[in-house]
Nanobody, 125 residues
């Protein structure tokens, strides 16, 4: 098992930046394919980005491509999401998630086995 704790959320103006972190504890962090999801009020949880076990492959939703960057540091057991050029529509609770299997369903919440508690990101216009 792995425990995930997100941090770094907050209130930022449109056009600003935030960096989210997800600290992992428990089983070896590098054995998990990792992802970020977000959920706005009244909406379903949606895929933001994902990263392979060693960090060599990354995947993004079209809505954040070119603005967000996902990375990981396996020596620190931490996943990151650098968010630039933020827009009001990026407002949501952001969750990190861990997949202990294949990473084949990286774009879907059903592909992940463990979730953090979430961190709120609010972008004002």
């Amino acid at each position: 098992q792995v425990q995930l704790v997100e941090s770094g959320g907050g209130l930022v103006q449109a056009g600003g930046s935030l960096r989210l972190s997800c600290a992992a504890s428990g089983r070896t962090f590098s054995s998990y394919f990792m992802g970020w999801f977000r959920q706005a009020p009244g909406k379903e949880r949606e895929f933001v980005g994902a990263i392979s076990w060693g960090g060599s492959s990354t995947y993004y939703a079209d809505s954040v491509k070119g603005r967000f960057t996902i990375s990981r540091d396996n020596t620190l057991n931490t996943l990151y999401l650098q968010m630039n050029s933020l827009k009001p529509e990026d407002t949501a609770v952001y969750y990190c998630a861990a997949d202990e299997k294949s990473g084949s369903w990286y774009y879907s919440a059903i592909g992940y086995d463990y979730w953090g508690q979430g961190t709120q990101v609010t972008v004002s216009s």
